[in-house]
Structures are given as C-alpha cells and as structure tokens.
C-alpha cells in the first residue's frame, strides 16, 4: 500500500513541483536580466495584475457576457442538435445519407467562417452564438444518434410488451437509455461552442474575456494580458472539471 | 412455377441505391435554395451570391499562381507546427512517468481556446510565420500528447512482457514493441492535432499576418469580396478533410479498425 501511494506520491510531486519551479525559474531569470521583462512579465507581476484586472476591467460583466453567449450557443445546441439527432435516428435512410457528412463537418475548420458569419449577423453576439452553435454541432447530432442506437433491445420489448406509444415509448425508454451518451455530446458541444466563442470574441475585438485580451494586448499592458490569459484559462478549467463530473455522475455503471 | 418478378437490374444499367439518391436530392435541394435566396433579393446584394459566380471565383483562385504561394506558406506553417508539436506531445505522452505527472494539466488545458496566446507569440515570436508556427505546436501538441499517454496506457502487458523475455533492447521495444501497439492512438492524435494545427494557424492568420490563407480570407472579408471568400472557404474545407482522410488512409487507421 506504501509503494502504490508512493507510486502515486512520484508524478503529482513531480508535475506540480515543476510547474512551480518553471514560475520560479521565469522571476529569477527576468529579475537577472536574462529575460526581456518587456517581452515576459514577471509572475509576480501577472499575480499582482489580477486584483486590478478583476476591478478595473470589469471582470463579472465580460464573465456574464461570455456566459450568456455560451449559454445561448447551448440552448440552441439542445434543440438543434438533439432534434437532427433524434430524425436521423428515426428515418434510418436520411441517417445514413448525411451520417457521414456530418462526421466530415466535424473534422472542417467551421471556425473560419467567422468572417462570413460577420457579414451575415453583423459584429455582433449573434455572429458569436452562431459561431458557437456550428462548431458543436457535429458533436451533439452524433452522440445523440450513438446514444439512441445504444438502447438496450430488453428495454424496448419491455415498452413494447406495455404496449406504449411511439411518443411514449421514445420519453420513457429511448430518451432515458440515451441520456448519458446524449449529456456527452452535449459536453463536447459545449467545449467546442466555448472554444469558438472565446476565440471569435478575441478576433473581432467583441464581447466579453475574449475581448479583454485582445483590449489588455492592444494597449500593451503585458501583465494584465497574461492575467487575463490565466483567468480565461481558469474558467475553461472549471467549466470541464464541472461538466467532466455531471458526465461521470451521469454515466451508468456497468 | 409462378414467375416471379426481376429483383436484380439488369446487368450494364447499373441502378442508384436509395442511399445515392437521398443524397442527390439533398445537394439539389440545397444548391436550388441557394439559388432561388440568391436570386430573390432577400439578403443582402452579394452575401449569398448566384452559384455560377462562386463557380467562376473558384476557378479563377485555383488558376491564381500567388494563391498556390499562400497555400505554400500555410502548408509550410501548418507542416512545422505539426512536427514540433507532434514530436513533443509523443516524447512527453509516450514517457510513462511525465505523461502520469502532466496529464491531468494537459487535460484540462487542451480543450481551452489557443487562440488566446496569440498575443503572447506575437510577443515572443514577432509578425511573421514563425508565430503562426507557435500557434499550430501549441495547439497540436495537446491532442497528440494525450492520445499518446492513451496509447501507452493500453498498451498489452504481455507485448511489453513478451519484449523483456526476448531481452530487446530499449530501441527494440521502442520501435518493435511501444509504437507499433500505440500506432492507432497515435495517428487519431495526429489527425486531430492536424485538424486544429491548421485552425490555430489560420485564425492566427486572420489575426495579423500579410501572407497564408488566413490572410487571403480575411483580405475577401476586408473587400468584401464575397465570391472569392466562399471559393476559398469550399477549397480550404476540401482540403482539410482531404489530408485529414489522407492522414487516416495513410497510417493504416482503416484497416487497423477492419482488423
């Protein structure tokens, strides 16, 4: 048990122990003069730069505003993306016409139609939760059809042998059975809409954390910039380990 | 007997299976939507333009030589970022021990947006490709490092057992051991370090950059010129899917799956 804890104790120590020795070493090599301190900020500096990003930029707002876009990106993910899944799944000639289509799309760098989206919706949140929207798209239709495909067929004999309805048998087994494999997609979608939305809002200069590095980099204040990029970091973090636990409770155990 | 009826067309008519034809009457639904929206006035004059006209962008953007010289460019930018980034997510999630000590970081790390450090490799890098080349590392380097730690993962412990009772050297399970049971793992972080190596450079290009595809878009964007912007997004989106095919084809990944 003390060799597996150690065997455990290894990587953790060494992965966290360089991250601070990195940080470290970064302080020491710009207070020398190694490092450029116009290029590289000193991490000392990017902490002290977080109390005055979170006030001076108005951090919650720029947050609410992302947020609200992801927020919309999602709810049309649901609908869209859960209802093509779930026609797909029903006329099994259309699903097999556009299966692989859809799978093509996913692989396609839709990212970069942002300048077509632009004339389309205007420099604008719409062209943002659109952008959103198309990139997980391929995602939510795909692992809904997995997720349908995936109903046990004892389950379905047995809403069957209760003689229920189609619509009734598609609430009280199929979407059950596929609300797992469904929640994935969804997750996926949502870190593909999240990704985009954060980087279309750097790109056209709009919106709310992805424009506050663009802004912080335009007027060359480095410290805040890098604060700014750690603070967006923070928030995907969170963002997956939440989703990555709902997921997990989600799961069912085999 | 009673004689039944033909099943099977007849031999040199070769007939559309029920598939082919859902597909045909999809892009033709499409393309005559496009056509009649095109042709009604509903949107703005030029946004979704008349087929023929994208056709004849498209035509003209394949027979532009300096197109084939930004294609050149992004290639050459996409191709360094790939080897640099691909090459270090393999050494750090084919170790053992580093892929254990950093893989929860690059976990979550990875899916958050690249884009974002651009400012930085301006910064680091300057103008030119070479930040562009940053963007397309540190976004590939993410996938293929974590479908590397994957691979090793799984990797048989009998392979690995079988190598040690042959006492192969640290070469020999390397190259006859390690890679060959992580080749699937590793070509799917390939190609998706492929598929978002080419997005970060590209947006990068979009961004700030005189030169590359990225800047040929946002230049048809900047003019509004919205013929050419459509050619060279339906070239790009062809390409892309074309390599990223290709990639797949090339590393067996089919035939692994068959297998």
């Not at chain 2, 540190?138 to 040690?164: D, K, Q, T, W, Y």
Request: hydrophobic residues 55%; glycine residues 10%; positive net charge.
């Amino acid at each position: 048990m003390i060799a597996r804890a150690q065997r455990n104790f290894l990587p953790l120590a060494l992965g966290l122990g360089s991250l601070i020795a990195v940080i470290l070493l970064v302080e020491v090599l710009i207070r020398v003069g190694l490092v450029n301190r116009f290029i590289v900020p000193m991490p000392s500096q990017i902490a002290g730069a977080f109390e005055r990003v979170i006030l001076e930029e108005d951090i919650p707002h720029r947050f609410l505003v992302t947020a609200r876009e992801a927020f919309w990106a999602t709810v049309l993910l649901a609908i869209f993306g859960v209802g093509i899944g779930v026609l797909l799944y029903r006329v099994k000639l259309l699903r097999d016409a556009t299966e692989t289509w859809v799978a093509a799309m996913a692989s396609a760098p839709t990212v970069l139609m942002y300048p077509l989206f632009l004339v389309i919706f205007g420099r604008s949140e719409n062209t943002i939760i659109m952008m959103g929207f198309v990139a997980g798209l391929p995602a939510v239709i795909l692992k809904t059809i997995e997720g349908l495909a995936g109903t046990r067929r004892v389950l379905i004999d047995v809403g069957r042998s209760f003689k229920l309805s189609e619509v009734q048998l598609f609430w009280k087994i199929y979407f059950p059975a596929a609300l797992p494999t469904m929640f994935v997609g969804l997750r996926l979608g949502m870190i593909f809409a999240l990704i985009n939305i954060v980087g279309v809002e750097f790109l056209i200069n709009f919106g709310g954390l992805g424009q506050l590095i663009n802004d912080l980099a335009e007027r060359y204040d480095l410290p805040g910039t890098y604060a700014a990029i750690c603070f967006v970091i923070l928030v995907s973090v969170c963002f997956f380990f939440v989703t990555d636990r709902v997921e997990k409770w989600l799961r069912p155990v085999d | 007997m009673a004689e039944t009826g033909r099943l099977i067309a007849p031999a040199g008519q070769p007939s559309l299976s029920p598939v082919t034809l859902v597909r045909i009457a999809i892009i033709a639904g499409v393309l005559v939507t496009w056509e009649a929206v095109a042709a009604s006035g509903l949107l703005f004059r030029d946004v979704v333009p008349s087929l023929l006209v994208i056709g004849r962008a498209t035509a003209e953007l394949l027979a532009d030589k300096s197109y084939y010289w930004h294609l050149g460019v992004t290639a050459g930018e996409v191709g360094t970022g790939l080897l640099i980034g691909g090459l270090s997510g393999l050494a750090l999630g084919s170790n053992k021990l580093l892929s254990r000590a950093f893989e929860a970081y690059l976990y979550y790390l990875g899916p958050t947006p690249k884009i974002i450090f651009f400012p930085i490799m301006i910064m680091w890098f300057g103008v030119g490709p070479a930040s562009k080349v940053a963007m397309g590392t540190i976004s590939c380097f993410f996938p293929v490092a974590l479908s590397a730690a994957a691979g090793m993962r799984e990797i048989n412990p009998v392979l690995i057992r079988v190598g040690h009772s042959f006492r192969a050297s640290t070469w020999q399970m390397v190259t006859k051991i390690y890679l060959p049971a992580m080749r699937l793992p590793v070509i799917n972080g390939i190609r998706l370090g492929l598929g978002v190596a080419i997005i970060g450079t590209l947006l990068a290009e979009t961004k700030l950059s005189n030169r590359g595809i990225g800047f040929l878009i946002i230049n048809a964007y900047s003019t509004f010129d919205m013929p050419r912007m459509y050619a060279l997004l339906i070239v790009l989106f062809v390409l892309s899917i074309g390599v990223n095919a290709l990639v797949g084809k090339l590393g067996g990944v089919d035939s692994i799956r068959r297998a």
